[in-house]
């Protein structure tokens, strides 16, 4: 099978393709052939030895990469209670210690899974679980009330876009911020307000509003702590500058918290179901096949992305 490996951290240059043994699945496992991959920040995180378990990976030379995959199952393994051959599925895979969905097959486990419903892509279904996991998280941890003011900043990214969705379904009123070619579609996805972030400054704009979704960090997630109202509450989902954002919410008295987001199966269930019943959308913006994973993960480190973009993998004799 054609899978994506790295033999050390670096640029897009260490990203190579490579022809892999179909990987066995064991008693406990199921055979997934991969019909698309999502693609993530962290992924580029982890291949340039930035992520905080770039020591770990380190010593495990050659690694995959990518954690959510959509696809069908090929073997149901002896005690899989849930699935069986031939179902389309969807899941968060390798979280953590194991990448691995860039590639044509995965093997995992019934508990990572979840049923793909008629009438969703396969491209949806793989760019769900990460960045939906961590929008209903990051708004659960905000605790957001119907008729909370929420300003989501990055609003047209993979975890912003379904945010802001998932914020009007609350009963909430949305402040986005992104460039003025993505204000259209965060309008219709719901958004109350879009703030150009390239001409205006956020806190001037907004005032004060009851909690905030980073999905910035740094000085964003740090002059956001200027328009969380007293009681409010801020949410700073970048990893690596929130513990210095907290520090500093604390020394003023600001509720800030970070989010190590949770592979929750209902929780995936849940927001499959929203997707089933059309109240939210999976916007993959774009799809590369295998051999451009270079270009996708360029588009991703650009920090340009609109909605989601996945791996897809032809499959003729399906
Ligand atoms: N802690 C966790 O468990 C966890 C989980 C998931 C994600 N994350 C992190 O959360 C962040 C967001 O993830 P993502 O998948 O949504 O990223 P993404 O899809 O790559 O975000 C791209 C978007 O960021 C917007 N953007 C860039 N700079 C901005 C700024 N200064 N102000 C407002 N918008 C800006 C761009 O908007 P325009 O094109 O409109 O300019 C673009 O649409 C990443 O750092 C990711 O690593 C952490």
Redesign the pocket.
């Known amino acids: 099978m054609k899978a994506v490996q790295i033999s050390q951290f670096g640029s897009v240059d260490v990203l190579s393709v490579v022809e892999l043994e179909i990987p066995k699945p064991k008693e406990n496992e199921l055979l997934i052939k991969v019909k698309a991959a999502g693609i993530?920040?962290?992924d580029c995180?982890i291949r340039r030895g930035l992520h905080h378990s770039a020591k770990k990976f380190k010593d495990k030379f050659p690694i995959g990469l990518g954690f959510e995959m959509s696809g069908q199952v090929v073997t149901a393994g002896s005690i899989s209670k849930e699935f069986i051959p031939g179902e389309r599925v969807c899941g968060f895979v390798g979280h953590r210690d194991n990448p691995r969905c860039y590639a044509e097959y995965v093997v995992t486990i019934d508990e990572k899974l979840i049923q793909v419903p008629e009438g969703i892509s396969d491209e949806e279904a793989a760019a769900l679980p990460?960045?939906g996991l961590?929008a209903l998280q990051a708004l659960r941890l905000a605790k957001i009330g119907a008729g909370d003011r929420v300003l989501i900043?990055?609003?047209?990214?993979?975890?912003?876009h379904l945010a802001i969705q998932l914020v009007k379904l609350m009963g909430a009123y949305v402040i986005t911020?992104?460039?003025p070619?993505?204000h259209a579609f965060l309008f219709e996805l719901g958004a109350d307000e879009c703030i150009d972030?390239h001409q205006q400054d956020f806190v001037k704009v907004v005032k004060q509003v009851d909690k905030v979704i980073d999905?910035?960090?740094s000085e964003?997630g740090l002059r956001s702590l200027e328009v969380v109202a007293l009681h409010g509450k801020l949410i700073t989902?970048?990893?690596a500058t929130a513990e210095q954002i907290i520090k500093v919410a604390e020394s003023k008295k600001i509720d800030a918290q970070?989010?190590?987001?949770d592979s929750n199966k209902k929780d995936l269930t849940y927001l499959m179901g929203l997707m089933a019943q059309k109240k939210l959308k999976v916007f993959v913006s774009r799809t590369f096949p295998i051999d451009e994973v270079k270009a996708a993960q360029q588009l991703?480190e650009s920090?340009?992305?609109?909605g989601?973009i996945a791996l897809v993998f032809k499959w003729y004799n399906f």
Do not use: E, R
Not at 153 to 160: L, N, P
Not at 303 to 306: A, L, N, P, R, V
């Open positions: 993530n920040p962290v995180k990460l960045a961590t900043h990055a609003g047209a990214g993979g975890v912003g911020t992104a460039s070619a993505n972030y999905l910035v960090g964003v989902v970048p990893s970070g989010i190590s987001m991703i920090g340009k992305t609109k989601k």
